[in-house]
């Protein structure tokens, strides 16, 4: 696998721009080296990108289905080397990356159906001609891919934009880099023509090149203010599309009656699961006072003092790995400083681990009293723990957040399961899931800062692509059908 780091016509090429590099979290050994794409390396991959366009939405929707079935045997090749390139890019134990390899398979069939579900084609016979419906690509659309599922959220992105006969300009987090030159070698392979899909690879200045050239659209998954910032970067330009997943600052709300243990282990899924760095993990477990929320939290203190935290080569897999950074290790502590600052509580401290500088351990702080929020995104094992009289004032809490992704309850009382669905602010709610078990089958997004109303996952299709309404006719026929032939 080269790490040349700019992909045009199906040919790698070297950077011309910045020396970046990315390194494994967990022992610091360079992954990834390259020099990142010049702002003139981008423009060509944007120009190929036009240049293939037309050619690519000719060859019809049959055509474009095989070959991104033809992607997929691709990447089940590539299994077992996308997920030990992920784990080392990334620190991710080897049995998630082995999931987000099965997954990135996985999304090519349900974009294909979704596809065909959400953008079908019809026409009807009436008295003048023909009304039709179809769908056409909006055209080059640029990537923006997030380092947490280096291969699996871009994938989501990319596939079905071209299944609706776009092409793609693809830059990768230079956290996590080296997943996409095996996508990019994959597409090619199974016989993506040239231009389709071209990468670049770089930091913040290859991301703005891209952003600053000829795009008709933008598919971003990442931060709320990287998404807020391109929001405003095109503000007044209606006509490139952009569909931004800016993550969430998560409710998970553990009620009576349910098994202690049980819930422990749901607010340890929902929390900690790649070392919190899932836009849907819970960040803040909503308890009841007295007891029984006592008695949880003492279940998650010590299912957490067994967790397994290591390498992802490590002889016993660990659950979680380093986090993807040794400086986001330093953010993590400095975020528990702010919130004890504002009168939180620690239940279990945030600290770095012998192991090494990017490797946390989960933790808690209890905000109840707190005299101030903090209402953000933190990508780290830690939750704040909020406790509350009532199942009224544990929904007030819960929506009390600019965010508006993921949410859930844990509860055996139906009744309860109900209002919660009824009265949560989030796209997704789960009752006796994690908050983070996303289903590829329907929809990803939420209200609020966590994006801008074009849910990814199973809607990708719907901003992939636009209705044409056509309305046939033959001059003949409709000068008959007014009463003039």
Known sequence: MSNNSVFINNIWKNGDGAHFQSLNPANNEVVFSANGASAAQVEAAVNAAHKAQKSWAKIGRDARIAIMNNYAEELKKRADEIAITISKDTGKPLWETKTEAATMV?????????????????????????????????????????????????????????LAGNTIVFKPSELAPAIANIMADSFAAAGVPEGVVNVVHGGRETGAALLASNLNGVLFTGSATTGTYIHKLFGGRPEVVLALEMGGNNPLIIWEPCEIEAAADMIIHSSFITTGQRCSCARRIILPTGKFGDAVLEAVIAKSQKMRIGTFDDKDEPFIGPIIHQNMAQNYLKFEQSLIAKGGKPIMAAKILDKGPAFVAPALIDMTNAHEREDEELFAPFAQVFRVDNFDTAIERANDTKFGLSSGLVCDDASLWHRALGEMHAGLINWNRPTTGASGELPFGGPGLSGNGRPSAFYAADYCSYPVAQQNAIMAQRLKAIGLE
């Open 106 to 162: 996985g999304k090519i069939a349900i974009s294909t159906r979704a596809y065909n579900e959400r953008t079908g084609a019809f026409s009807k016979v009436t008295a003048f001609g023909e009304l039709a419906l179809d769908h056409a690509p909006y055209g080059v659309m640029a990537v923006l891919g997030p380092f947490n599922f280096p291969g699996h959220l871009p994938n989501g992105h990319i596939v079905p934009a071209l």
